[in-house]
C-alpha cells in the first residue's frame, strides 16, 4: 500500500490521507492523475520525506507528501 | 529627501531634553535606513563594549525609507540596540501601524539615550513631543497600557509599549505595538525598560513625500500584482498564515521537537495552520498596507479573541514542549503579548527547562513551590511558565534570563539550543544545511530571518537546493543575508520576498525617493550593513568562535524520521563563507573588503 498525505489547499474537497493499492509501476504521476491534481500545483513531492521524481517508480509502503506552493516563517 | 522624513528625534531621558536633528543625508544613501542606517548610528555613537542596561546604551527605533508609504507591507519599523541577551548587535522588526505612523508624524528615527530617572512615556504628535509621567502604568500588562493610551490621546494613536517583562529586564523582553505585534527578539524591550521608558504614542498628520507620485503608483500597482499572483503570498499566507509551514517542515524531518531531541512528530497536524484555520481562528489580520494579510486572530476556550501564533511559536511551545494543544500554545503566545515577551525564546526557554528537569539537573523540590509541572507535554505548563517569567518568579525568574544563562547556571550549557545566547527558532539545521549555516553567522545570534535559506532548500524559492548538500551554501547564504538586510532597511516586510526579487526592491526605492540604486549598488548597500554589523559585534567582544552551532546539532545525527542520520556540517561550510566574505580565515573582515564597501 501507498500512503499518501494532502496539505494546504490541496485538501480543500479531498481527504487529507489517500491510500493506494500499490502496483508495480505506480507512480506520482499516476497518483496526481487518479487525484486530480493538477502538476502546476504541486511544489513538493516527497517520498518518505526525500523530494523525488513524479515519473520514478514507487515501492510498497511508501508514505508520500504532497504541498502546494509554500512559504511561511 | 523625498521617503525619508529627513527628521530624527534625539530624547535624552537623564537630562529630559527632546532635539530634532536632520537626518545624516550621507549615512543614509550608504545605510538605505531602517536597520541599516540605525545600525550605522548605533555603531558611531555607543561603545561595543557597553553594558547593555547601563544608560550608555541607546535604543534606537526607526522607520525605513518606504515606511508609511503606498508600497506593499510598508508599515515596518525596527529596534536597533545592544542586546542584553546575546551582547550582538540587535535588531528587531515588527510590523503593524506604529511605524508608519511614526513616520507620519515626521521623523525616521528616534534616539532613546540615558535612563529616565523615573518611569515615562513619551508622546509624540507631529512637533509636539514631551516625555510624560508614567507611574499610572508602570506594571501594567501591555493591552491595558495601550488601552489607556489610546484613551487619552485617541483611537488613531499608535502605541508602542514595553510589558512588565521589559520592566523586570526579563532578558527575553520584546518592544510591542498595536497590542499584539512584536518587535520580538534578542531582548530589546528590556533595554527599553532598563530606561525606565514603559510607551511611545504617535499620532501623525504629515504625509510622506515622495520623487514621483504617478511613478510610485505604476510601480507599487504592477507589484502589488506579483504579490497578489504568486501561490505562497497570494494565496498559502493569506489562508493559512505562517503556520502553514508546521506540516512541511514536519514532512521534511526538521521539526525540533522536545528541545531538538527529536526532529519529527506524527501529531504535528494537530498544531498545523491547516487545523488552525478549521478550528480557532476567527479572521486575518494584515498589517498597514499590506496584501498578504498573514496575521491570524483567534478565540480561545474562555471566549477571549486575541491575536494568534504565528508558526514559530506554535512550534516553540507546540513540538518543542510537545504540546500539541492549539488552545494552550495560543494562551501562551496570548501571555507573551501581554507580559511584552519573545514568544521563539520564552517557548524555548520552557523546553530547555523541561530538558533539565528530565535528565534531573533541575528537581522536584526546587519547583515544588511554583505549583507547575516541567514535564514535556504538559499544557498547563507552558502557559503557566510564561506568565512567571514575565513576572520573574520562582524559577521563571531564573528562566527570564534566557536558555543558555539557565542551562549554564546548572551546569549543563550545552543543553540550551541557541547561538550566541540566543534561542533557535523552528528548522532542525541537521537537515537544512544552508539553513544551519545562517544560524551559525547571524548577526544577532540564532535567528531565522537573517538569511531564511528554508525557501530555497525546501521550498525552492527562488529555485531549489538539495537541502543535505553544503555545495555552493556559502554563496546563498551571502546573498540571501545580504537582500535581507536591504528589504529590512528599506522597511517592508520580508514575507514580500517569497514573490519579489532585488529588482523589485529597487524599482520601489528608485520610485519613492527618486534615487538611481541598480541591483547591484542597493545589494551592495545590504552588505555593507551586514560588515558593519559584523564589525560592532567583533568590537563587543563577540569573537568568531562563536559561529557555531548547539554541539548537539554537530555531533548527535537526527535520530528518527524523514531526515535520520544527519548532523550540521559547519565546519565543511563556515570557511568558505569566511572567503565568500571577503572575511580572513579567522572570521575578520579584510582591509580590502572593508574598502571595497567604503566602511
Ligand atoms: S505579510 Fe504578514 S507580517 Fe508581513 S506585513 Fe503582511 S500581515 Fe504583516
Not at chain 2, 505562497?232 to 526538521?254: F, K, M
Not at chain 2, 529590512?488 to 525617493?513: E, P, Q, W
Not at chain 2, 555593507?528 to 568568531?544: H, Q, S, T, W
Request: charged share 25%; with cysteine; proline share 5%.
Amino acid at each position: 500500500m501507498i500512503k499518501v498525505k494532502l496539505f494546504a489547499t490541496l485538501r480543500e474537497g479531498r481527504e487529507n490521507e489517500i491510500d493506494f493499492e500499490f502496483f508495480p509501476g505506480i507512480n506520482g504521476r499516476f497518483i496526481l492523475e487518479k487525484l486530480a491534481i493538477p502538476e502546476k500545483q504541486v511544489a513538493i513531492f516527497l517520498v518518505n520525506g526525500r523530494d523525488y521524481s513524479l515519473d520514478e517508480p514507487l515501492s510498497d509502503g511508501d508514505v508520500i507528501a504532497i504541498f502546494p506552493p509554500v512559504g511561511g516563517g | 529627501m523625498y521617503g525619508y522624513a529627513g527628521k530624527i528625534l534625539r530624547i535624552n531621558l537623564t537630562n529630559q531634553t527632546i532635539k530634532v536633528e536632520d537626518l545624516n543625508a550621507e549615512w543614509a544613501k550608504k545605510y538605505i535606513g531602517g536597520r541599516g542606517l540605525a545600525s550605522k548610528y548605533l555603531y558611531e555613537e555607543i561603545n561595543p563594549k557597553v553594558e547593555p542596561f547601563s544608560p550608555e546604551n541607546k535604543l534606537i527605533i526607526t522607520t525605513g525609507p518606504l515606511t508609511g508609504t503606498s508600497v506593499p507591507t510598508g508599515g515596518r519599523y525596527m529596534v536597533v540596540t545592544k542586546s542584553p541577551l546575546t551582547g550582538a548587535i540587535a535588531c528587531s522588526n515588527s510590523g503593524g501601524f506604529f511605524g508608519a505612523e511614526l513616520k507620519a508624524a515626521g521623523y525616521d528615527m528616534i534616539i532613546l539615550e540615558g535612563k529616565a530617572p523615573k518611569p515615562v512615556y513619551i508622546a509624540i504628535e507631529d512637533d509636539k513631543v514631551e516625555i510624560k509621567d508614567a507611574t499610572h502604568l508602570w506594571g501594567k500588562l501591555v493591552y491595558e497600557t495601550t488601552d489607556l493610551l489610546k484613551q487619552e490621546y485617541g483611537d488613531k494613536a499608535k502605541v508602542l509599549a514595553i510589558g512588565p517583562a521589559g520592566e523586570k529586564l526579563v532578558r527575553i523582553a520584546a518592544v510591542m505595538n498595536d497590542y499584539d505585534r512584536a518587535a520580538g527578539r534578542s531582548g530589546v524591550g528590556a533595554v527599553m525598560g532598563s530606561k525606565n521608558v514603559k510607551a511611545i504614542v504617535a499620532k501623525g498628520s504629515k504625509g510622506v513625500s515622495v520623487a514621483d507620485e504617478q511613478k510610485v503608483k505604476d510601480v507599487v500597482a504592477s507589484k502589488i500584482k506579483i504579490i497578489r499572483e504568486n501561490p505562497v503570498t497570494g494565496e498559502g499566507l493569506p489562508a493559512y498564515g505562517t503556520a502553514i509551514l508546521v506540516n512541511i517542515i514536519n514532512e521534511h524531518g526538521i521539526f525540533p521537537v522536545a528541545n531538538f531531541q527529536k526532529a519529527y512528530t506524527p501529531e504535528a497536524d494537530k498544531i498545523s495552520g491547516e487545523t488552525m484555520a478549521k478550528t480557532i481562528l476567527t479572521k486575518k489580520h494584515a498589517c498597514f498596507r499590506c496584501p498578504i494579510a498573514c496575521g491570524r486572530v483567534v478565540r480561545l476556550k474562555d471566549g477571549k479573541e486575541v491575536g494568534g501564533p504565528e508558526y514559530e511559536t506554535v512550534w516553540s511551545y507546540g513540538a518543542n514542549c510537545e504540546v500539541y494543544d492549539l488552545n494552550a500554545i495560543s494562551e501562551a503566545n496570548y501571555w507573551c503579548n501581554q507580559y511584552g515577551l519573545d514568544t521563539i525564546s520564552t517557548g524555548a526557554t520552557i523546553a530547555a527547562a523541561m530538558e533539565l528537569y528530565q535528565k534531573g539537573y533541575i528537581k522536584d523540590d526546587e519547583i515544588a513551590k511554583d505549583g507547575l509541572s516541567l514535564k514535556f507535554g504538559d499544557p498547563e505548563a507552558i502557559v503557566g511558565w510564561t506568565i512567571k517569567i514575565g513576572k520573574r518568579e520562582g524559577l521563571g525568574d531564573k528562566m527570564a534570563e534566557g536558555s543558555y544563562r539557565l542551562c549554564e547556571a546548572y551546569g549543563a550549557p550545552d543543553l540550551s539550543m541557541s547561538v550566541k545566547k540566543q534561542e533557535l527558532p523552528a528548522y532542525d539545521p541537521r537537515g537544512v544545511q544552508g539553513h544551519g549555516l545562517v544560524y551559525a553567522t547571524a548577526n544577532r545570534g540564532g535567528c531565522h530571518v537573517r538569511g531564511y535559506l528554508i525557501s530555497a532548500e525546501i521550498s525552492g524559492i527562488p529555485q531549489k537546493l538539495d537541502r543535505f548538500s553544503t555545495e555552493g551554501k556559502a554563496e546563498w547564504a551571502k546573498i540571501f543575508q545580504d537582500l535581507t538586510a536591504v528589504i529590512d532597511s528599506l522597511g517592508m516586510c520580508l514575507f514580500t520576498s517569497f514573490a519579489l526579487g532585488l529588482k523589485d526592491y529597487v524599482d520601489l526605492m528608485n520610485a519613492v525617493c527618486g534615487t538611481d540604486y541598480t541591483e547591484e549598488t542597493l545589494l551592495a548597500a545590504g552588505e555593507r550593513i551586514y560588515n558593519l554589523e559584523r564589525l560592532f559585534n567583533l568590537k563587543a567582544g563577540i569573537d568568531p568562535s562563536q559561529d557555531t552551532l548547539p554541539k548537539r546539532l554537530l555531533e548527535e545525527p537526527i535520530p528518527e524520521g524523514p531526515s535520520k542520520g544527519v548532523v550540521h556540517k559547519l565546519s565543511d561550510l563556515l570557511p568558505k563563507y569566511y572567503e565568500v566574505r571577503g572575511w580572513d580565515e579567522k572570521g575578520y573582515p579584510k582591509e580590502e573588503t572593508l574598502k571595497r564597501l567604503e566602511i
